[in-house]
């Protein structure tokens, strides 16, 4: 056969395999989203991934792409909590276009609400932070924004429309056009991670939660959803809530006209969830709103007008905007009782709901409609506030007199979650002045250590330490404190460099006792295993 012939058939044989193997390990690839427990779990999903995407640091999770037979062998690694496939969510909404004659504090759903009411009273959700996780939001004249980020585009400009309505519902301003948000002058913040075809990853979701968390907010928005839960999503939504943050999320869409059966979509059946179904202009539930034991509120969810794209108007209706518009009202609960917990105005805004349906909690409309009420009318949750703020108080006389460690992590854990930015500073301030003192002390200790690096001043230096509540003093402290172990530690070290360089029974017998030596650290910990490997 003739030489060139041969060659072209080699070239096409070697062409065809290489796209053939490609193709075939593409194949056994997966888009999974993984959580780990510690760094060492971190490390191993790392080791496996084909290709990181995503690194949700807040929430210990990756989200990476890996061969089948690498996914089998993290499976069985005891870091690793949790293996998932990426999924998609989708938006839940009906829409359609309608004028609209009302002025912008007049409309149905806002009356529906008593939203004017907290106005009246200068409760207007001043200071909440809000993110609303969606298709983004376009620039509007009725929208003022704090701030955004998109994790599946370049900008969070909305390019659905879906996003923009739902940012209107809870905080368009009051300036005599347009619409009126309930809760005008909270602070919005965009996480577009839904694409402007209405659908998103669970992953990006996950990535704006995860966002949400490390910007400290106070209420996440979700008006979207699948009837196929996401158990990555769901460690997201346990997580944020353990942060203190309220999510509220649409029931969903797939209720039948008859309102049998549990057809609630995730994430708003999860527990950690406020569920919110949707009601007409007679306060009855919409034909399309689903239905399930996880619905907690009901709230307008019908010819609902808001913000829309190019900054003009538009009617939507759907569960998506009955969500919002709790997120509203929790604003201005947190606005109004600012030393509640995330919990305690849950509870709270069950006091507020009136009933609906069947008399007390039903599948319908959960605990029923929630309604402003002015603080005359709402003594309980008043009480409830100054008992809080009495107790924060009381609890930093007490740290003042006696400081702890442990005392100091659960007031500071309380105070995080007051939302009077006033008030949380000066409790701080005052905290800080018994820190000092504290650390003066433990430092004292530190000082003779430093002296004199002996494994019994180390030890005692160590517990001085860990006494002190975790603050930027302590680090410094600790930071010294190991200074000072490396230099008790620098024989040992050398000896067992020596014993790496040259292993006699000579050399490892002597690095091993000078490694006993030591006092009891990560450092000894360190140097052991490094022994034991050489």
């Not at 008006?223 to 997580?239: K, Q």
């Amino acid at each position: 056969m003739d030489r060139k012939i041969i060659g072209v058939i080699v070239i096409f044989l070697i062409v065809t395999l290489t796209g053939f193997t490609s193709n075939t390990y593409a194949k056994f690839e997966k888009n999974v989203i993984v959580q780990y427990s510690s760094m060492e779990g971190k490390q191993a999903v790392l080791s496996s991934a084909t290709e990181v995407l995503l690194d949700l640091e807040q929430l210990q999770m990756l989200s990476i792409k890996i061969a089948d037979e690498k996914m089998d062998q993290l499976k069985s690694h005891p870091e690793i909590i949790l293996i998932e496939e990426n999924q998609t969510f989708s938006i839940q909404q009906q829409f359609k276009v309608a004028s609209n004659s009302s002025s912008e504090k007049d409309l149905w759903n806002l009356k529906a609400i008593n939203a004017n009411n907290a106005w009246a009273e200068g409760i207007t959700g001043k200071g909440i932070k809000i993110a609303i996780i969606d298709s983004g939001v376009s620039k509007h004249p009725d929208l003022n924004i704090t701030d955004g980020v998109s994790f599946v585009g370049d900008h969070y400009n909305d390019g659905h429309g879906h996003g923009t309505h739902i940012a209107g519902i809870i905080a368009a301003q009051h300036n005599d056009f347009g619409v009126a948000g309930v809760a005008p002058n909270a602070e919005i913040y965009v996480v577009k991670a839904i694409e402007d075809d209405g659908f998103g990853g669970v992953d990006k979701i996950i990535q704006g939660i995860d966002w949400a968390i490390n910007k400290k907010m106070d209420l996440i928005n979700l008006s979207f959803g699948d009837l196929e839960s996401s158990v990555a999503l769901h460690e997201a939504i346990r997580l944020a809530k353990q942060k203190g943050i309220l999510i509220v999320a649409a029931s969903g869409n797939e209720g039948t006209d008859q309102g049998i059966g549990n057809t609630m979509i995730y994430p708003a059946r999860h527990e950690e969830v406020i569920a919110v179904s949707s009601v007409n202009q007679s306060f009855q539930r919409s034909t399309f709103s689903s239905t399930g034991a996880a619905n907690d509120f009901a709230a307008p969810g019908e010819e609902i007008y808001s913000t829309y794209l190019n900054g003009g108007y538009a009617t939507y209706q759907g569960t998506s905007l009955a969500a919002p518009h709790i997120v509203g009202l929790l604003a201005l609960l947190m606005q109004q009782y600012a030393y509640l917990t995330a919990d305690e105005l849950y509870e709270g805004l069950k006091l507020y709901a009136e009933d609906l349906g069947t008399v007390g909690f039903d599948e319908w409309y959960g605990f029923g409609m929630p309604k402003y009420q002015t603080i005359t009318q709402s003594t309980k949750l008043f009480s409830l506030n100054e008992s809080n703020m009495q107790a924060i108080e009381q609890a930093v006389q007490a740290f003042n007199q006696k400081p702890t460690a442990i005392q100091f992590t659960s007031i500071m854990d309380k105070l995080n979650q007051v939302r009077d930015k006033a008030f949380r500073d000066q409790k701080q301030k005052e905290m800080e002045k018994a820190v000092a003192i504290l650390s003066k002390s433990a430092e004292k200790v530190l000082v003779t250590f430093e002296r004199s690096p002996t494994k019994y001043n180390y030890t005692k230096a160590s517990e001085a330490l860990q006494s002190l509540p975790e603050t930027a003093t302590k680090v410094t402290l600790d930071e010294r404190l190991q200074a000072g172990l490396l230099v008790l530690a620098k024989p040992a070290i050398e000896k067992l460099e020596r014993y790496e360089n040259s292993k006699t029974k000579s050399n490892y017998s002597q690095a091993k006792l000078a490694i006993q030596r030591l006092p009891k650290s990560p450092l000894k910990s360190e140097l052991q295993v490094r022994l034991n490997q050489s």
